[in-house]
């Protein structure tokens, strides 16, 4: 007979096991698709296969082969993808427990820590179970991710332009998916309508992947209005 923690951890895994399976599939076909493009830019296989290894961060590799294909400068990737990853800071402040005790754990932990493991780790109240879904989304999808851009770049060898078949949407397709709750809050809403704005109209005006940087402009949409500040005073002193 099991004891009550295994039981617990077991029913867990498996309650965690078809989402974290659904954005594993979802995850796969945007690392293909980065493997197919990155591969028909230019980028030999090899090198953007050991980077989804080493980096493990979509965002960050769509953004650096774009702008090292378009000619930008190694700085200008370097800091875009630092720019981009910033986001990771907060998470780190709010997840440093669930990464668990001993100076391996932590590293790793920290490297698995992308949007997708945090999304499932804060859905979990408590602390236990918050690092169980964190280890086992973080494992999974990496896992998962340097094979699917392997396999997109063989299969992209064949497939000439990548673009032809859609491929390039997969990663906004799927971020897109990951955002959608978190819409319903009117300053991320500004936010990203600020930032899609600022993106759509410099697009046509700087080279490839600077639109993206543009874009993190909208976030100080995400601050608060004077009315909401003046309604938020209000609570407070009414709650005094």
Known sequence: MGSPNRTDRGS?????????????????????????????????????????????????????VGLTT????????????????ARHLPYGLALGDALGEGIGRK?????????????????????RRQRRAYWVAGVTLYC???????????????????????????????????????????SVLRAVLLGCLLAVLTVPLLDQGLAVLVALLGTVAALPLPNERRRAGAEEGGAV
């Open 70 to 85: 378009a000619g930008a400068a190694p700085v200008t990737a370097l800091l875009g993808g630092w720019l981009l990853n």
């Open 107 to 127: 590293l790793f932990g920290s490297h698995l820590l992308v949007d997708e493991a945090v999304a499932f780790a804060l859905a979990e109240s408590d602390p």
């Open 144 to 186: 998962v991710w340097a094979p699917s851009v392997l396999l997109g770049g063989l299969l992209g060898r064949g497939l000439g332009d990548p673009h032809l078949f859609g491929l390039d949407a997969a990663l906004p397709a799927g971020l897109l998916t990951l955002v959608l709750p978190a819409l319903r809050d009117r």
């Open 12 to 64: 867990d895994t498996a309650r965690l096991l078809p989402a974290v399976a659904s954005m594993a599939l979802a995850l796969a076909v945007i690392g293909a698709s980065l493997g197919a493009i990155a591969v028909s830019s230019g980028v030999p296989l090899w090198l953007v296969t050991v980077m989804a290894a080493l980096v493990f961060a979509g965002g960050s590799e769509f953004l650096v």
